[in-house]
Nanobody, 113 residues
Framework: VQLQASGGGLVQAGESLKLSCTAS???????MAWYRQVPGQEREMVAS???????KYADSVKGRFTISRDVRRNTVSLEMNSLKPEDTAVYYC?????????WGQGTLVTVSS
């Protein structure tokens, strides 16, 4: 399974950015998620969406980020608003079911102050 992420880039604080990730297979039974990692720190879960549509968010992004999925297109997206410099990281998409997990290659988001 391949996950292809896109949409990263350089923005200023307060601006918005949308990340997208497309899987090479059906995703409808998988939990889809976005993680991020800063060099020297552990990878952290940013947002996740379950097959039934239930979502979870890290406290640091609640109210600013929105995760969504399109099962027909095997995609998961992350709409990021009111970006802050502390959101700067490499963002990874992830799909998981039980012990099975797949990762995308990561896309860099840089937020300047």
């Amino acid at each position: 399974v391949q996950l292809q992420a896109s949409g990263g880039g350089l923005v200023q604080a307060g601006e918005s950015l949308k990340l997208s990730c497309t899987a090479s297979r059906s995703t409808n039974v998988f939990v889809m998620a976005w993680y991020r990692q800063v060099p020297g720190q552990e990878r952290e879960m940013v947002a996740s969406i379950y097959p039934g549509g239930h979502t979870k968010y890290a406290d640091s992004v609640k109210g600013r980020f929105t995760i969504s999925r399109d099962v027909r297109r095997n995609t998961v997206s992350l709409e990021m608003n009111s970006l802050k410099p502390e959101d700067t990281a490499v963002y990874y998409c992830n799909m998981a079911r039980g012990s099975t997990m797949y990762w995308g290659q990561g896309t860099l988001v840089t937020v300047s102050s």
